[in-house]
């Protein structure tokens, strides 16, 4: 055989090996390409994946409700920390500091009950009366609770200068906390009245939900007809901010005029002077803004010889809610009303 014929059968022979290998090759890809990708197996792994991702939504379900009972848990620990021994040194005196014995004393121990519920708190309220000791002082112990109000304290001949309710708390965390001294007790100011005083009380508390702009207040007398009441309108801004809002009052006596003490008491009202209106206002860009006002009024009724004494307090919360507190004494044949201070 030619040399040249030989070099060309073995090219074709190298060829066809060449196109063997190629072809055995290619057969066991698409074999490998089907195994890994055959319907089923596809389906598995989106199967899988699919419960994988329902295991995660599962467990984040798991850690909400577990948050949300270890928020209860500790909402209620707080509540009941604020419930704590109450103690407290009280001392009643007439002008001179000498104490005043046998003088009534009613208080009011309060403090919270939270319930399993986040949203359900509950309040429990205890009351009772005490008597002064021979040197006026008396002693609250006992109890246990957030905060002590001192809502009376009444003796034949006297009437207690300050006038009102007074508030102490205990709590720590919210509000402040009342320290009691046995040998610094708190005072209680009580005047003597001579026989043509006889002052009657005013004691008044109302709240005023969110809304509503106008009240009309009675402020309720012992043994008298007179009818005094107090109109009160509120006016403040839409949208609160969070470092205060604007607002303001309105006050008015119906069937009566009022005017504002300007010396800081309340003794002997005075003759004239009297407007039919009073009005108070809050610029939440004020340094001297307060959601809590406090005045010192006289009153007039339309009976010239009555006059009345009191201090109103009124708080405007952010929430659109308004607290009306009223404390004084009425003098249905006088002008003296008792001091404030």
Known sequence: MPKRTKIIALCALLIAAIGLVLSVFVSEQEQDYETAYTPSESNKAISESSTEAEAVEKTDEISASEAAALKAARYKQLRAEEN?????????I???GKGIVGCRVVFQVSGYEASENLTDDETFEVSDIISTNADGSFVIDGFKGRSLRILEIKKAGYTLEQGGRFSFTYGTRFGGRHIPEASNPVLFEMVELDGSAKLLSINERVDVPAGQDEITLP???VSSDEGLKLKISFDRSENPQSSGYDWSYSVKLINGTLQEADDGTLLEAPQGGYINELTQE???SSTSWTMRSQKLIYLKPENPSAHAGIKLTVFSYKDGRSRVIVNGSFNPDGRIVVTYR
């Open 84 to 92: 704590t021994d109450i103690s407290f040194f009280g001392k009643v």
């Open 282 to 284: 809050y610029d939440a």
């Open 219 to 221: 402020l309720r007398l």
């Open 94 to 96: 007439d002008t001179t």
